[in-house]
């Protein structure tokens, strides 16, 4: 079965700077996709980013970018230049690509971003 | 803009009294999901309909239901709410089930249960 493991319940980090969430996960399938969604304190969940298994490179979204090291098992979310909006709650999570696609999700990390 | 909506934003409900929870797309999409969260949890799946065909996880209680009447709609209905079951309800959808397909949420609706 697949498992994400977020080990920061939170962060702090300061306007114009960069954070790195880290992300790292379990599984023995060789096909799969990573997933980072941001939550505001609204509720609803937001699609930043998707890392496939097989992709070589590192994929990015205007600030995001994913940390992809496949062989560690990692896939950390990086923000650069951080702004007063990115306070939220970030999960990471993913899904087989075979049959059906069940997101899994970390258990969040909450990110606070100060003046 | 093509979307995910749910209705109420805000639900409060009695013990035991039934409630239903909507949501509807312009997306057009195959898949829609349930997700229960509970606070400061991650997003837990109850279930999925992929097209009409109806899809239960293992250990959602039987309390709960859904419907997809029609490609827009799906509704979630809690026959009997317990105070364990105040939470956030995601619904979500997806073009289709493999892998890559990118799940859409919409604002969730929050549950109180008196």
């Known amino acids: 079965a697949q498992k994400i493991t977020q080990t920061q319940p939170g962060m702090f980090v300061q306007e114009k700077e960069a954070v790195t969430l880290d992300c790292t996960y379990d599984?023995?399938?060789?096909?799969?996709?990573l997933f980072w969604y941001k939550q505001p304190s609204s509720g609803e969940m937001i699609f930043l980013i998707y890392?496939?298994?097989?992709?070589?490179q590192n994929a990015t979204e205007g600030r995001y970018s994913l940390n992809f090291q496949k062989a560690r098992k990692s896939a950390n979310l990086v923000i650069s230049a951080s702004q007063l909006g990115d306070s939220a709650m970030y999960f990471c999570?993913?899904?087989?690509?075979?049959?059906?696609?069940?997101?899994?999700f970390g258990t969040g990390t909450r990110l606070l971003v100060s003046p | 803009d093509a979307m995910v909506i749910q209705n109420p934003r805000y639900q409060v409900t009695q013990f035991g009294k039934p409630v239903t929870l909507s949501c509807s797309q312009t997306?057009?999409?195959?898949?829609m999901y349930w997700y229960q969260q509970k606070s400061s949890q991650a997003p837990k799946l109850l279930f999925h309909?992929?097209?009409?065909?109806?899809?239960n996880e293992a250990d959602t209680p039987d309390n709960f239901q859904s419907r997809r009447p029609n490609t827009s709609f799906c509704f979630l209905d809690i026959r009997s709410p317990g105070l364990g079951d105040a939470a956030m309800y995601l619904c979500?959808?997806?073009?289709?089930?493999?892998?890559?397909?990118?799940?859409?949420f919409g604002p969730g609706t929050r549950l109180t249960v008196l």
């Open positions: 309909y992929y097209d009409k065909d109806f899809n």
């Open positions: 890392q496939g298994s097989y992709d070589q």
């Open positions: 979500a959808t997806s073009r289709g089930l493999a892998g890559g397909n990118e799940q859409f």
């Open positions: 599984t023995s399938d060789p096909s799969y996709g």
């Open positions: 999570a993913m899904s087989l690509n075979t049959g059906f696609q069940k997101l899994v």
């Open positions: 997306l057009n999409h195959n898949v």
